[in-house]
């Protein structure tokens, strides 16, 4: 599935915007191209990286692409040297090949991506780059309880398509399915410690992601009653620190494929 739900919050997305941007910067920094004519963010949110990709390449035509028309509102009116469309991630084809098409922490939320990064790749310009960064966190507490909650409470009728975002395939998979149509392939994983601040402030940075799909599900009450029981579950995982923070360990998965 792509994020398509008008109801995502762009303001609570952007309490950790610094938090949020910084894999985005370390995905770019590796994108092997000097100029590009045609560049696309795909999953581009709210546009932070869209505008960085123009000022990266000044001369190119830069597009971005979102399924959610709330993000998509606050980035054209930041951006307003860049083109922004609406599109469902698994099936949207560009109208002129890309040399990049840049994608940070978007592409976990569609299926079948044996599928699915073939066909990006195939959408390129000759030479182009698809860059793309996706969370890893599939185990972790911060994603794993919310699957666990949803299916405890008077809640769990509303929750069964609520759009989970998918668990990634095994990094080998990734290399299998990518490496034999490129020319070169650039993989690696990272986790960030993000110290985080405020009451429950895991369940704040979940409440901008990868936990929306959940409560935009649910009726106010039983919005609230779930967000409560989640935060309730994850407390002892996340424990607040003598200084009042909290840790949250956040893996990325990154790579970088040209054709």
């Known amino acids: 599935m792509s994020i398509t739900s ?15 941007v ?5 995905l770019l920094t590796q994108v092997p191209l000097r100029t590009a004519a045609h560049v696309v963010d795909l999953g581009c949110g709210t546009g932070n990286m869209t505008g960085i990709l123009k000022q990266r ?26 083109r922004f469309e609406q599109g469902d991630f698994s099936t949207w084809v560009p109208a002129a090949a890309p040399d990049l098409i840049f994608s ?20 390129l310009a000759p030479s182009g780059v698809l860059a793309v960064q996706m969370p890893s966190m599939h185990d972790a507490p ?13 809640w769990s009728r509303y929750l069964d398509d609520a759009g989970y975002a998918r668990g990634l395939l095994p990094v080998e ?12 392939l650039d993989i690696w994983q990272t986790t960030y410690l993000h110290v985080l601040t405020g009451e429950d402030a895991v369940t704040e940075w979940a409440a901008g992601s990868s936990l929306r799909p959940f409560l935009d599900a649910l009726p106010p009450e039983q919005a609230t009653a779930f967000r409560a ?31």
């Not at 609570?12 to 610094?18: A, D, E, H, P, T």
């Open 6 to 20: 008008s109801t995502w919050d762009p303001a609570q997305y952007l309490k950790f915007s610094n938090e949020r």
């Open 22 to 26: 910084r894999p985005a910067f370390d």
């Open 57 to 82: 390449f000044a001369g190119a035509d830069v597009l971005g692409v979102d399924g959610a028309e709330t993000m998509l509102a606050k980035a054209r009116a930041a951006n307003p040297d860049c």
């Open 104 to 123: 940070n922490a978007a592409l976990h939320w569609v299926a079948n991506h044996e599928t699915l990064f073939p066909r990006l790749l195939s959408l």
């Open 142 to 154: 911060l994603r794993a309880l919310q699957n666990e909650v949803a299916r405890q409470g008077p």
């Open 173 to 184: 998979a990734y290399y299998d399915v990518i490496r034999p149509r490129v020319t070169s």
């Open 229 to 259: 029981a989640y935060s309730a579950a994850l407390r002892p995982h996340y424990p607040r620190r003598p200084d009042g923070t909290t840790l949250l360990p956040f893996k990325r998965f990154f790579f970088i494929a040209r054709i």
